[in-house]
C-alpha cells in the first residue's frame, strides 16, 4: 500500500505523474463515493493540461462507487461550492491548483450544503480508502449529466448589491488566463441587462492552461505590473486580478496601487455594515486593528478566529457572522453558504465606492493611515515553534498583552505583531501593526528589529 503524499491539511496538491495521475483521481472519486454515499455530487475543473483529464478520472470514480455526477465542465471553486449549495445534490469536487506551479494539480472536496472536507473532517479517511485501493461492491454504478450552472451563479452573484445604486465606473478585470474569464463576461452581459453602467477592460482574458502570462497569482509583487498598467493607462476606477480559480481577488486602486487583504477586510466589513448594522463580523488574528475600528465605527460585532478557512466557516456558522475575512485575501460569506468567493467581494466594493462616492484609495489611504502594517512577511526558520519562544522570551520583560488564538499575539499598546507557523508550508509567518495617532516610530524600524531576532 502506497501512501498518497497529495493529500494536505485543507486540499489535495500534488506534482503530476507521481503524486497526482488518473489512477489516483479514479480511486479518491471513489473512495469518497463510497465514504459519503451521496446520491449526487457537481463535479468542476480548472484551465490547467491535466484537469479535464483527472476530473473525467475522478467522475468515472464516483460513478464507480454508484454516485450520479453533475459535470459542471470548466469553473472556478465557487462555481462547485455553489452547486453543492445551491442544487439539490449532497457534495462537489473541484479539480484545481490554485496558484501553484505548471506541474501540479489537486482537488478541493466538500459535502452537502458546501461544508468543507479537510484533515480532520474526513479527508484522511477517503485518504485511507484511497491508499487501501480495496473498494466494496456496488449494484448500480452512477451517472453522468453535463450541467451548466453559470446562470443560476450570476443571478446569486446579483444579489449581493442594488443595481440601481451603482454608479458609473470603469474596471479593468485580469483573469490571469485562468478560470475567471467566463464569469466575468456573463457579469458583463447581466449588467447591460440590469443597466448598470460599468465598461470592463479587459486583460489576460483567455482561458488558456499554457498560463502564457505567468501562473495566475496576484499575491506575488512581480505578477502585479499588467493589472497596475492597465488601470493607469485606462484611468479606470479599480482594478480586479484573480488566482486560477478565482476563489481569491485582489484590489488595485484608481492609481494602480495594490491593496493589501487587510485593509479589503474591512472595506467588506464596511459593506454588509452599511447595509445591515449589528451584523457579526469575523477575522483572522494576524492583524486586527483597523477591522476593529471598522466594525466599530459601522455598529457591528467583531470575532476572532483562528486562520484557516475550517475555523472562520466554523465560526461563522456558530455566530451567524455575515461575512469572514482573512487577509491573506480569502472572504466568506454567509449567504454563500460560508464558503470563500473571488467574485462576491469586487461587486461589494463597487457598492461601497458608489455608496460613499469615494474614489478605492481614499477610502483605504484612510485606513493606512490610522492602522499602518508591515504586510505578511515569510522567514525559512529550522524550528518554528524554538523561534517563537526566543520572540516570545525577547518580549517578555515588556509585559505585553499575549493572545494565543493562531501562533503568538503580543500587544503593546502603540504597536502588535502575530507571529505563527504556517499551515500549509515550512515558514514563520510575520505582521506587525501600529497605532499611527500613538506612534510615531516608523513600520520599517519594527520590521528590522523582529527580523534580527528571527534570524540572528
Known amino acids: 500500500m502506497k501512501k498518497l503524499s497529495c493529500f494536505k491539511a485543507y486540499d489535495i496538491r500534488g506534482k503530476l505523474g507521481t503524486e497526482l495521475n488518473e489512477d489516483i483521481a479514479y480511486r479518491i472519486g471513489r473512495a469518497y463515493g463510497q465514504i459519503y454515499q451521496p446520491k449526487t455530487v457537481v463535479v468542476g475543473c480548472d484551465v490547467r493540461l491535466s484537469s479535464e483529464d483527472l476530473k473525467q478520472a475522478t467522475i468515472r470514480g464516483l460513478n464507480d462507487a454508484g454516485v450520479d455526477v453533475l459535470d459542471l465542465g470548466m469553473t472556478g471553486t465557487e462555481e462547485v461550492y455553489f452547486g453543492a449549495f445551491h442544487l439539490e445534490v449532497q457534495g462537489g469536487i473541484e479539480i484545481t491548483a490554485s496558484h501553484n506551479p505548471m506541474d501540479y494539480n489537486g482537488m478541493k472536496l466538500v459535502r452537502e450544503d458546501a461544508r468543507p472536507i479537510s484533515a480532520d473532517t474526513g479527508l484522511k479517511d477517503i485518504q485511507a480508502l484511497a491508499e487501501n485501493n480495496e473498494f466494496a461492491e456496488v449494484t448500480s454504478k452512477g451517472t453522468t449529466k453535463k450541467y451548466n450552472i453559470l446562470p443560476e451563479f450570476v443571478d446569486h452573484l446579483m444579489s449581493y448589491i442594488d443595481p440601481a445604486k451603482i454608479r458609473p465606473m470603469k474596471l479593468v478585470v485580469n483573469a490571469g488566463n485562468g478560470a475567471a474569464g ?84 474591512g472595506l467588506l466589513a464596511q459593506a454588509f455594515l452599511l447595509k445591515q448594522a449589528g451584523e457579526k463580523i469575523v477575522h483572522d488574528p494576524r492583524l486586527v486593528w483597523n477591522t476593529f475600528d471598522v466594525v466599530e465605527q459601522y455598529q457591528g460585532t467583531a470575532i476572532q478566529s483562528k486562520s484557516g478557512h475550517a475555523f472562520i466557516k466554523d465560526v461563522m456558522r456558530e455566530h451567524n457572522a455575515a461575512y469572514g475575512g482573512e487577509m491573506s485575501a480569502h472572504h466568506y460569506f454567509r449567504d454563500f453558504a460560508y464558503c470563500d468567493s473571488g467574485m462576491i467581494p469586487w461587486l461589494l466594493a463597487i457598492a461601497v465606492l458608489s455608496e460613499t462616492g469615494k474614489s478605492l484609495s481614499s477610502l483605504v489611504e484612510e485606513m493606512i493611515a490610522k492602522f499602518p502594517c508591515s504586510g505578511e512577511i515569510n522567514f525559512k526558520v529550522a524550528d518554528t515553534q524554538a523561534t517563537i519562544q526566543k520572540i516570545f522570551d525577547h518580549y517578555a520583560d515588556q509585559q505585553p498583552e499575549i493572545d494565543q488564538t493562531d501562533g503568538v499575539s503580543l500587544n503593546f499598546g502603540a504597536w502588535r505583531f502575530n507571529v505563527r507557523a504556517s499551515n500549509t508550508e515550512p515558514l514563520l509567518r510575520l505582521n506587525i501593526e501600529s497605532r499611527r495617532d500613538q506612534n510615531p516610530r516608523p513600520m520599517q524600524s519594527y520590521v528590522d528589529e523582529l527580523t534580527q531576532l528571527i534570524q540572528g
Open 182 to 265: 467566463h464569469v466575468i463576461d456573463a457579469i458583463e452581459i447581466k449588467f447591460k441587462e440590469l443597466n448598470i453602467p460599468a465598461e470592463f477592460i479587459k486583460i489576460h482574458h483567455e482561458a488558456d492552461g499554457n498560463f502564457p502570462n505567468g501562473i495566475p497569482n496576484p499575491i506575488l509583487i512581480e505578477n502585479r505590473a499588467s493589472t497596475r498598467d492597465a488601470v493607469i493607462q485606462h484611468s479606470a476606477d479599480m482594478g480586479i486580478a484573480w488566482d486560477g480559480d478565482f476563489d481569491r481577488c485582489f484590489l488595485f486602486d484608481e492609481k494602480g496601487q495594490f491593496i493589501e487583504g487587510y485593509y479589503i477586510v
